[in-house]
């Protein structure tokens, strides 16, 4: 089955600990992009991939990392979560072109106290 | 960035057709109308695009105005799966192949209640 996979779907941590959510896609697509949803603000994106090793920021990239080593991975990196990462995290990935559509991860959702 | 304006909630019956209107008076000549759905607790998933004739798949239809300035997702026959937030949006495919434009810019969307 075509699918964006997201781990862990749920996960609580504390300030400052490292974190890593991982994103997995086997469609063979190209871009990639991670998307935070918060109550109020809708989705934004945090940073998005064009293809491996070509990474680029979003709207909201502060306090994120990501890398593209391989094209069917992208992780997302907190090096230190602080409170107001607390959010709903969606993973999306897509071929290039105007005529596809985004396939999106089922979310992760952090919580970081 | 061209925008789009939707109501923010509608209700429908079950079995019955609803049609979702989106605005975008601002829409330049190449942009392309997106139409994604989030169902709760899910992440968003594509239903439907198009640039100037309607376009049907076996989610929804899609009916663009002649000016283009505006649009509407037809589906069919509401369920009670079909409950979810519904968000029109414009992408650009000159601009397609580079990062900025690759990312989909949501907006607020409309909530669709279906009811028995």
Redesign the interface.
Known sequence: EAQ?TQNPRYLITVTGKKLTVTCSQNMNHE?M?WYRQDPGL??R?IY???NVEAT?K??VPEGYKVSRKEKRNFPLILESPSPNQTSLY?C?S?F????Y???????TRLTVV | DAKTTQPNSMESNEEEPVHLPCNHSTISGTDYIHWYRQLPSQGPEYVIHGLTSNVNNRMASLAIAEDRKSSTLILHRATLRDAAVYYCILRDPQHINTGTASKLTFGTGTRLQVTL
């Open positions: 964006v871009y992009s809708g989705l994106q998005y991939s064009m680029d979003g709207d969606f999306a897509s290039t072109g105007e005529h559509g985004y396939t999106f991860g089922s979310g």
